[in-house]
């Protein structure tokens, strides 16, 4: 009886540390449990990232301290554009909310083309945030159908669309994108990197701007799971990077 007891027990713990363990996995995929939680102490200026895929935001009730600013996805590849990137960036800007869009650049595409298709649709206004540039390898294309020169490639866009509005693209990066292409290239572009388990360390110990350290944040006013961002620096100094243009 005692052993039968003793074996029971063990089962039971067995059984409630299992369900313990999937149930705190559920909690990290859904986003209620996260890896990083920088203060606003340490970074006053927090932020998002949006696009079609979190819906029908209501800007209005947003916690502004929590967003500040918000980078909206405005193009992808050659020819694809956003389908809320317009409603967004008014009723963000209708709020206060420093705005700047960005464009996932597709490995399959020339960047000539994808410069035009974004320039035909971002507004080149002074006051928006500098425009950013989504480099990772994750819903990208296949390798064979891949250009020949995907660096000569992403250089002509930057190249491109810096000279249109006249402020250093921001490079958006996952860390395997970064280590395998980015190391000691674009040295004058901000970085933008994806780090959702710890404070970000970049391999050339180039300084980074941008921190994404949450791809399943809760906010009130977004129904979906929204990336969460700060940015490293003050308010005084946020504000000078956004205004301040810096391509000769």
Request: glycine share 6%; proline share 4%; with cysteine.
């Amino acid at each position: 009886m005692k052993k039968r007891l003793i074996i029971l027990s063990i089962i039971t713990t067995l059984i409630v540390a299992a369900i313990a363990i999937i149930g705190i996995r559920y909690a990290f995929y859904q986003g209620y449990i996260r890896m990083n939680y920088p203060s606003l102490e340490d970074y006053p200026v927090q932020g998002i990232d949006v696009s079609h895929h979190q819906k029908d935001i209501r800007w209005e009730v947003l916690d502004k301290q929590r967003v500040q600013y918000a980078f909206i996805k405005a193009t992808e590849g050659g020819d694809h554009k956003d389908s809320l990137f317009e409603h967004n960036w008014k009723q963000a800007k209708a709020q206060g909310i420093a705005v700047g869009g960005y464009h996932f650049f597709t490995f399959c595409r020339s960047g000539e083309e994808q410069a035009l298709n974004f320039i035909a649709s971002v507004p080149n206004d002074s006051t928006n945030m500098p425009p950013a540039i989504d480099l990772e390898f994750g819903g990208n294309c296949r390798k064979e159908n891949q250009v020949a020169d995907l660096m000569a490639e992403i250089t002509t866009y930057i190249n491109m669309v810096e000279q249109h509005y006249q402020k250093r693209v921001i490079i958006y990066s996952t860390n395997e994108f970064y280590k395998q292409y980015l190391i000691g290239q674009f040295p004058e572009n901000p970085v933008w990197i994806r780090d959702i388990l710890s404070t970000p360390s970049l391999p050339d110990k180039k300084e980074w701007a941008f921190w994404q350290f949450a791809n399943r944040g809760h906010l009130e006013g977004i129904e979906t799971e929204v990336d969460l961002n700060v940015y490293k620096g003050s308010q005084a100094d946020f504000e000078r990077f956004v205004s301040t243009k810096n391509v000769n």
